[in-house]
């Protein structure tokens, strides 16, 4: 499965929502390297999938290159090992902060502590991700409700796709560019 952005279904939000640090020297962090870090939300949009997790792409600008990819998963152990099963061959824990695969490099384990101290001091942004993955969720929903209304609207009687100069299916007479299209664009 390919996650989706966050911030790309939601650019309005990147100014007041967007997660980043700065790291100005090593004496704070000891493999982290100073530059930006962006904390990139991907999300699951599977509509039918109700993982509620994030994967977590922590992003450098200057140069743009991916350092960690985290993934958090903020229900119980308990909610996990009932929605995807213990016995399910790929099962592994998901409750918490995790990597995927697993990593014993230093740097990416300085980056998981660095994310799971924001959690733990900054209860708003924990928060603010699972309102996240409501949203997206919500978003992906409504954007297969019209992919479905889009097709149904656009089957023409003998049921195949409506061309656009055909009549259009809702029996109005019209082509079906001068009528229905119109809706199913708009």
């Not at 996990?80 to 230093?106: E, I, Q, R």
């Not at 919500?138 to 992919?147: P, Y």
Request: charged residues 30%; hydrophobic residues 35%; glycine residues 4%.
């Amino acid at each position: 499965m390919i996650f989706s952005s966050f911030f790309e279904e939601f650019p309005e939000l990147v100014e007041s929502e967007f997660r980043n640090i700065f790291v100005f020297g090593n004496d704070t962090h000891k493999y982290i390297p100073p530059g930006n870090y962006a904390f990139l939300e991907l999300f699951c949009p599977d509509v039918d999938c109700d993982c509620r997790k994030v994967i977590i792409n922590i992003v450098s600008v200057n140069p743009t290159k991916v350092w960690a990819i985290l993934n958090y998963g903020w229900e119980s152990e308990e909610y996990y090992k009932t929605w995807w099963g213990t016995n399910h061959k790929h099962y592994k824990p998901m409750s918490g902060v995790t990597f995927d695969p697993p990593t014993k490099d230093p740097l990416k384990n300085e980056f998981l502590t660095v994310f799971q101290d924001i959690l733990k001091q900054d209860k708003n942004y924990a928060r603010r991700l699972e309102r996240h993955y409501v949203m997206f969720k919500e978003k992906m929903q409504e954007k297969e409700r019209k992919k479905s209304a889009m097709k149904k609207l656009t089957l023409n009687s003998s049921g195949k796709q409506a061309g656009r100069n055909d009549l259009c299916p809702c029996n109005s007479g019209n082509k079906f560019k001068k009528c229905c299209l119109l809706k199913v664009v708009n």
